[in-house]
């Protein structure tokens, strides 16, 4: 098994910026993937980026230029920066693990976080 602690959700007016970072412990592979989806409400959740441990990434078209994420391999954690927030940006943010060096989903492989609120308001 893999525990998932996310933290950073908050609420943040337009424009703003905010970091989640979620710290991955348990059985872990040496090599790995981490990253975040979101799902608000009434929608689908969806992939906002993902990286593996050797450091190759993905992000959903609408983030890129806008987020980052890294990690720490050290600390078997993912960061996710995000700039430039949108109020459709709203939803609740949930990290994912998988011991597979892909981003590419392995429902038998995978493991989610609790989720962490992010609202973008006014």
């Known amino acids: 098994q893999v525990q998932l602690v996310e933290s950073g959700g908050d609420l943040v007016q337009p424009v703003g910026s905010l970091r989640l970072s979620c710290a991955a412990s348990?059985?872990?592979?040496?090599?790995?993937?981490m990253g975040w989806y979101r799902q608000a409400p009434g929608k689908q959740r969806e992939l906002v980026a993902a990286i593996t441990s050797g450091g190759r990434t993905n992000y959903a078209n609408s983030v890129k230029g806008r987020f980052t994420i890294s990690r720490d391999t050290a600390k078997n954690t993912v960061y996710l920066q995000m700039n430039s927030l949108k109020p459709e940006e709203t939803a609740a943010y949930y990290c994912w693990f998988q011991n597979r060096a892909t981003t590419v989903r392995d429902p038998k492989l995978e493991y989610w976080g609790q989720g962490t609120l992010v609202t973008v308001s006014e």
């Open positions: 348990g059985r872990i592979f040496i090599i790995y993937a």
